[in-house]
């Protein structure tokens, strides 16, 4: 079978799929073990597209296999997953349709390999057959992302680009140009997807490191940190590490993970810059020192990541959210307990859920300092209630930025 060239990306395609759907793993988890039998590069591009493509189009796609058939196929039948990542190829990835055909039956057999010829074929003869301009969101996600589900779904439509954060701020204007890029905020440069980071100036120098420009708002609300003593509580990988400790912070970053506070090591060393690391579950640990702030970026179910991550949207329901909201109210009941007077907290997530969002905000028992349109990158604007909420259909026009949540309070 692998003798068909393009086969091996189909199958890895198809593996990433079933698991994302069926098994709820992630897909960049399951990339990892899918994209290891294929050699090339370009293999390798081609399956995590089609894969991408099918898991942001999948409410279409589903609709438009359901349209060509008498009888529904089960969600779990794989000639319905070998007909999505075809109907994704076709109308995404513009591959033409013998191509399509060429490649993607070879991974079914017998029955359900006619089954899945005759759907492709019918809808091929199909006049005017088209994806909407938007992906369609399945009705509990829509519903749980209110008025923004329109914007959201948009922001998908594309991955993201890539966004630098600079070390140092006065650097922005100069490094921006440099490198080809355009800039949102001070210590912000946006470069085009795909842009390949080590062959960017000064990477092994340091003096920059990858970061959403969302994932930048909650440590920029601390402000310049000119000594004080901050908690990053819940650290690696260190993005808000090593923003704090550029901005002057003294920094303790604490995670429950050794695995991941390898990362954060890694990335202060390529950085040179400082924080105490702790390993510790933060549900049990004591702090033996007092904080000027501290910086809860919680676990969350990372909805806000969609546009990176197409998976989230099918593998997230109420029940993670559930599950997720509970360890965050108890990470902000500690959070709240350990701030002295006069300090002051910013709680995060990278979440669309309000359960995980304004419901953690609303339960803090503390007065809360309103986030202001003039601590924010132009275009954005803090709710009603003085949080920031981003999401993917916002600064659509400059290439979006991922959903955040975030809250400040004084104690
Ligand atoms: C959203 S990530 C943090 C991202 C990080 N702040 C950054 O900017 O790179 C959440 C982190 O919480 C950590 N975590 C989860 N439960 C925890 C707990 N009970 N105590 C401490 N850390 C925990 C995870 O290991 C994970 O690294």
Same mark, same amino acid.
């Given at each position: ?126 006049? #005017?057959?088209? =994806? ?115 901005? #002057? ?129 132009? #275009? ?7 949080? =920031? ?10 290439? #979006? ?11």
């Amino acid at each position: 079978m692998s003798d068909i060239s393009g086969l091996p990306a189909r199958r890895a395609a198809l593996q990433m799929i079933d698991a994302v759907l069926h098994r709820g793993e992630t897909l960049e988890t399951v990339e990892r073990n899918a994209l290891r039998r294929i050699r090339g590069p370009a293999d390798q591009a081609l399956a995590r597209a089609i894969a991408g493509e099918t898991l942001r189009w999948l409410t279409d796609l589903d609709m438009m296999i359901d349209s060509a058939m008498k009888k529904p196929l089960p969600h779990d039948a794989k000639p319905r997953s070998v007909l999505r990542l075809m109907l994704a190829q076709w109308l995404r990835l513009d591959t033409p349709p013998h191509a399509v055909i060429a490649t993607a039956l070879p991974l079914l057999t017998g029955g359900p390999r006619r089954l899945a010829h005759g759907v492709f074929s019918t809808l091929n003869k199909r006049d #005017g057959l088209v =994806l909407p301009d938007i992906p369609t969101l399945a009705p509990e996600v829509e519903f749980r992302w209110g008025d923004r589900a329109d914007a959201i779904a948009a922001g998908i439509v594309t991955p993201p680009p890539l966004d630098l954060a600079l070390k140092d701020w006065s650097q922005t204007e100069e490094r921006a140009e440099a490198m080809g890029g355009i800039s949102l905020a001070p210590g912000h440069i946006r470069l085009p997807r795909g842009t390949p980071i080590d062959q960017l100036p000064s990477y092994k120098d340091g003096d920059w490191w990858v970061q959403d420009l969302a994932a930048t708002l909650p440590a920029r609300l601390l402000g310049p940190g000119a000594g004080k003593r901050v908690l990053d509580l819940c650290a690696a990988p260190g993005g808000k590490t090593m923003q704090l400790a550029a901005a #002057g912070w003294n920094v303790t970053a604490l995670d429950i993970s050794e695995r991941r506070l390898d990362r954060v090591r890694q990335n202060l060393e390529r950085t040179g810059l400082q924080a105490e690391i702790i390993k510790a579950n933060a549900l049990t640990w004591r702090p033996a020192k007092q904080f000027d702030a501290i910086l809860l970026d919680a676990p969350c179910t990372a909805t806000g990541t969609c546009r990176r991550h197409p998976d989230v949207v099918h593998r997230i329901g109420e029940r993670q959210i559930e599950e997720q909201a509970e360890l965050q109210n108890a990470l902000l009941e500690r959070a709240v307990e350990w701030l002295p007077e006069g300090s002051t907290l910013i709680y995060a997530v990278c979440s669309l859920e309000s359960s995980e969002g304004e419901a953690q905000a609303e339960s803090v028992n503390l007065a809360p300092v309103p986030i202001t349109s003039e601590e924010l990158p132009g #275009g954005l604007e803090p709710t009603k209630d003085g949080w =920031l909420k981003t999401d993917p259909g916002m600064l659509a026009d400059a290439g #979006g930025l991922d959903g955040f949540f975030v809250g400040r309070w004084r104690k």
